[in-house]
Structures are given as structure tokens and as C-alpha cells.
């Protein structure tokens, strides 16, 4: 099975490219790799964040944590979706 683990989180107003190498940063630092990741980032300083992992859906996976408060402007949300293949 595949899982896709989300995670966003909107930056102090000015500091998305802050909060964007912060996320990049902490994605080489996770314990194990997922299968894959992509990086995006919208208006409003939001980034977002999706990996990949071959794991049981209830699976304990490593996840971005949460920045510093100085860096985001509110907690981060995160979502676990189970992967139905490609079109």
C-alpha cells in the first residue's frame, strides 16, 4: 500500500521562501526515505508538503514537525491519504 502524508503551513507574512528552505531542510533530515516528495507553495507565504511511503495506512511514519511560532502563523495542518494508483 501506498501512503501520502500532507503537511502545510502558511508563514509569518514576507517568510515563505523562510518556511519553504525550513521544509526542505527538515525533508533530508527524516529518519528513512519515502518513496517519493514534492514541494509546493501558493500566495498567502503557504507551503506545502507530500510524501510518499510504502507502509500500511496506520503505519508510524516520520512527518515534518512543527516550525518555530516566529516562522508560521498558525499550527500546521496535516492529512494521511491512501494512494488509489494513477488515472
Avoid: K, N
Avoid at 1 to 9: F, I, K, N, Y
Avoid at 31 to 58: C, K, N, S
Wanted: hydrophobic share 45%; glycine share 6%.
Amino acid at each position: 500500500m501506498t501512503v501520502a502524508l500532507m503537511w502545510e503551513a502558511r508563514a509569518v507574512p514576507g517568510r515563505g521562501a523562510d518556511l519553504l528552505a525550513w521544509a526542505q531542510e527538515h525533508l533530508r533530515e527524516l529518519p528513512g526515505q519515502p518513496l517519493r516528495h514534492e514541494t509546493f507553495r501558493a500566495p498567502q507565504d503557504r507551503v506545502l508538503v507530500i510524501t510518499w511511503w510504502d507502509a500500511p495506512y496506520d503505519a508510524d511514519l516520520p512527518e515534518l514537525p512543527e516550525p518555530d511560532g516566529e516562522l508560521i502563523t498558525r499550527a500546521v495542518h496535516r492529512w494521511r491519504f491512501e494512494s488509489l494508483g494513477t488515472g
